[in-house]
C-alpha cells in the first residue's frame, strides 16, 4: 500500500490535507523533523500495539512517551507493540512511514492527548519518506479516533 494508497483514499474521500514527499528519510521522528525544519515534538508517531489476534494504533507527539500504567489502565493490558513484519501485514505500511489512514486492515486508532497542545502535526503519509499536514481534531475526525492520555512527555 504505502504512499500510494494514502494519496488515492485521500481523492476518493475528498481529503485535501497536503501530502508532503521527500527526497531524504523521514522515518524517525528527528528526521521527519529535520526534513520538515520543525521541532520533533510536531511529528505524530504512528505505533503499532498487540490487542488480541489484532492491533491498535496509537498516534502521539513526537516528545511522548508511553506510560505503561496508564496504558494499561486505559487498555487492560500490557503496552506490547507488534514486531515490523506484522505491523506492515496490518498496516500495509513499512514501519517508519506508518499512518493511519488508508489501512490494509481496519483497525482501532486512538490519539494521545499530547498532540493536543499544537495547532498542526505531522504524521507520515505512508512511506518512511512523506508526512500529512493537518490538525490533531480534523486527524480525529478523518480517522474516527479516540482520545486518551496513555503518554507522558519528555522534559
Known amino acids: 500500500m504505502g504512499i500510494y494508497e494514502v494519496r488515492k483514499y485521500f481523492n476518493e474521500n475528498c481529503i485535501f490535507e497536503t501530502i508532503i514527499e521527500f527526497d531524504v528519510s523521514s522515518a524517525t521522528v528527528e528526521l521527519a523533523a529535520k526534513a520538515l525544519g ?4 510536531r511529528i505524530a508517531k504512528t505505533l503499532t500495539f498487540q490487542q488480541g489476534e489484532s492491533a491498535i494504533l496509537l498516534v502521539a507527539a ?3 512517551r ?6 494499561r489502565e486505559t487498555f487492560g493490558q500490557k503496552a506490547k507493540m507488534l514486531p515490523p513484519e506484522r505491523v506492515n501485514e496490518l498496516t500495509g505500511h513499512p514501519v517508519g512511514g ?5 489501512l490494509e486492515h481496519p483497525l482501532k486508532v486512538y490519539l494521545d492527548a499530547s498532540l493536543k497542545r499544537f495547532d498542526t502535526v505531522y504524521p507520515a503519509a505512508g512511506s518512511p519518506a512523506s508526512c500529512v499536514v493537518i490538525t490533531p481534531d480534523r486527524l480525529q475526525t478523518l480517522t474516527d479516533a ?3 492520555d496513555v503518554c507522558n512527555i519528555a522534559q
Open 38 to 41: 520543525v521541532a520533533p515534538k
Open 62 to 64: 513526537g516528545d511522548a
Open 146 to 148: 479516540k482520545w486518551v
Open 98 to 102: 506508518v499512518c493511519p489512514f488508508a
Open 66 to 71: 508511553v506510560d505503561n500504567r496508564k496504558f
